[in-house]
């Protein structure tokens, strides 16, 4: 959990498969969303994202999406979607509305889409570089 400087707000960290070109579609799209500037990330590959994935008790080969650290908790797969859904502008907080399927439902689908995200998507050479309008939102 981090605070921000200026405030006791605290933000949520995102960890991401770097290597994803849908996982670094979703950080676009939550900058996007997230105009409070809630949530920051690190791919699951960095010295960051190992620290993170260790403390939290999840294995360093953690590579199935994202991991979403709140209150120094941990979801993963469909909760941390879903989680991170909720928070975001717009209409994206009606689709938290799904937490109420059964768990093992929600995961299988979102098993799907991580399983075949290479190869509906691809996959990148390296992390995507920052935009000035990312750069502060990653965590080193």
Not at 20 to 43: E, V
Not at 86 to 96: A, I, N
């Amino acid at each position: 959990m981090l605070v921000k400087e200026n405030h006791m707000e605290t933000s949520s960290i995102v960890l991401i498969d770097g290597e994803c070109l849908l996982c670094q579609g979703a950080t676009k799209f939550i900058i996007q969303h997230d105009p409070a500037g809630r949530f920051h990330f690190a791919s699951l590959q960095s010295d960051t994202g190992q620290k993170l994935l260790s403390k939290n008790g999840l294995p360093i080969d953690f590579m199935s999406g994202f991991v979403l650290i709140e209150d120094d908790r941990y979801f993963t797969q469909s909760t941390a979607a879903l989680r991170i859904a909720r928070q975001l502008r717009g209409l994206w907080p009606l689709t938290y509305g799904f937490i109420l399927l059964p768990r093992f439902i929600r995961d299988t689908v979102y098993q799907y889409i991580a399983r075949n995200r290479y190869r509906w998507f691809g996959k990148a050479d390296q992390c995507m570089l920052p935009t000035p309008e990312l750069k502060g939102r990653l965590l080193k």
